[in-house]
């Protein structure tokens, strides 16, 4: 199991969390974390956004009607 300080809103304090024996096969990098003092459960992520380019436009002006 891996241990972890982080802050527990339960406890209302920096407290050691640990990952249960995961069944989805994450191993020690599973991102669900107890705390070992009241046993309140946390999901740790992490989000990746690719890096995006943005195309510059040209502005087209509006065209009259006839």
Do not use: K, N
């Amino acid at each position: 199991m891996s241990h972890r300080e982080l802050y527990c809103d339960v406890c209302e304090g920096v407290a050691l969390f640990e990952a249960p024996p995961c069944v989805d096969g994450h191993g020690i990098d599973c991102p669900e974390l107890i705390c070992t003092d009241c046993g309140a459960a946390v999901v740790v992520s992490a989000f990746a956004f690719p890096v995006t380019r943005l195309v510059a436009r040209r502005r087209q002006p509006a065209r009259r009607a006839a």
